[in-house]
């Protein structure tokens, strides 16, 4: 399903992944543990194409490309640490950008009823700015709009 190859990763200077391999089966859990500085985010980076890399990645068998919103769109969301919410939308607001590039307005009200349900508590700050919801709440939202991309 995901097939990284020789991935590497230069920072300037700092070569922070060398000939990175590994592939994920379709149903397998991987954790990528390690120490700061380990080169996790760096890998995820890669993966969602944030960042530029050296070497092969494949998901579903497809050469995955070097465009953010083209890998959205083949089905990978990426939920960075830190929430990075949109402060200034409603919580709502925030989920629909989620789903920016889906057309499916029926699987889009589905979507959202899915997060609500994970995720109660967004439901009842649905109108709340996303910058004055707790940390925890801001997670959340963070998950739950990636959720709504439909990876």
Do not use: W
Not at 16 to 22: D, H, V
Not at 49 to 71: D, M, N, R, W
Request: proline residues 3%; charged residues 20%; glycine residues 14%.
């Amino acid at each position: 399903m995901l097939k990284i190859n020789d991935l590497n990763v230069f920072y300037g200077g700092i070569h922070a992944l060398k000939g990175i391999s590994l592939e994920v089966e379709k149903g397998q859990v991987v954790s990528v543990i390690g120490s700061n500085g380990a080169g996790k985010s760096s890998l995820m980076n890669a993966i969602s194409s944030t960042i530029k890399y050296s070497g092969g990645i494949e998901f579903c068998g497809q050469p995955l490309t070097t465009k953010a919103h083209k890998v959205v769109e083949a089905g990978i969301s990426h939920v960075p640490e830190g929430r990075l919410v949109f402060a200034n939308l409603t919580t709502y607001e925030n989920l629909r950008m989620g789903a920016y590039l889906r057309k499916d307005t029926k699987g889009i009200a589905e979507g959202m009823e899915k997060v609500y349900t994970i995720f109660p508590r967004l439901k009842e700050r649905a109108k709340q700015p996303a910058g004055t919801l707790s940390g925890g709440e801001q997670q959340m939202l963070a998950m739950g709009r990636g959720l709504m991309s439909n990876p």
